[in-house]
């Protein structure tokens, strides 16, 4: 892939293009409510920026348990394996950092796509944002 950078985000610096991926992908695309897309964990996660030439397409962040969320590409730049970059690159920063498992509320639909990933489900589905989710997780043994 060309020019692809993946790298932790700054929240201060890099709160508007990961708020507008946030938004065109969950709000806009998967009509998430506005109220619940934003957290208290945003100032508290660690944000990933990916960016392809410089412009970013895509942004994932990982709480201090290990939980990731909030992945999202956006529309145009699909299918090229951004996605499965940028999973990979959170996995990796959570080895660094000492965490010997990563977890996920992956969207249904999704489940293939976090398999590939390393991810085995974990739970039953259960509805998260209006929309039907399954518990995923990764080990790092």
Known sequence: MA?????VADWERDLKPIRQIR???FIREQSVDPAIEWDDQETRATHFLVQRQGEPVATGR???DGKIGRMA????????????CLLEAIC???RSVGLKRVY????CHAEGFY??????????QF????????????RFD
């Open 62 to 64: 990982m709480t201090s």
């Open 23 to 25: 938004e065109a992908v």
């Open 115 to 124: 398999a590939r990933g390393g991810f085995r489900v974990t739970g039953g």
């Open 73 to 84: 590409v956006l529309p145009s730049f699909r299918g090229r394996g951004l996605g499965l």
């Open 127 to 138: 509805e998260e944002a209006g929309i039907p989710h399954i518990k995923m997780e990764r």
């Open 92 to 94: 990796a920063h959570a």
């Open 3 to 7: 020019e692809i950078e993946i790298a």
């Open 104 to 107: 996920l509320h992956a969207q």
